[in-house]
């Protein structure tokens, strides 16, 4: 049920900080923010573990901190679409964050 509600999240979430942060043009944003959850490929690169409820912040290398920081980053630049992917990103990590302490 956890990875159910997890991944529900990864798509329920972009879309709805599409509407409410771009709502002038959210379906833009909403495609670019669930373009953001390609960070997981990353997962390709790691060897999985057996453990059910695995945390991917500092287990993957695109969700450690210092990618984290330079998503963080994008949410200041002026170029809009960078911003969404920002938004997009940064959602991205705090759902995978809020998994960690199950």
């Known amino acids: ?6 991944i529900s999240l990864h798509v329920v979430v972009p879309i709805a ?4 942060l771009f709502r002038d043009d959210w379906l833009k944003a909403a495609l670019i923010m669930l373009a953001a959850n390609l960070v997981d490929l990353d997962h390709l690169f790691v060897e999985a573990t057996s453990e059910p409820v695995q945390c991917a912040i500092n287990t993957y290398p695109l969700h450690t901190m210092f990618p984290i920081s330079f998503f963080g980053a994008l949410l200041f630049l002026p170029w809009k679409p960078v911003r969404m992917l920002g938004v997009g990103l940064v959602a991205h990590m705090l759902i995978d964050a809020a998994g960690c302490g199950l």
Do not use: C, E, Q, V
């Open 1 to 6: 049920m956890y990875g159910f509600i997890h």
């Open 17 to 20: 900080l599409a509407w409410f």
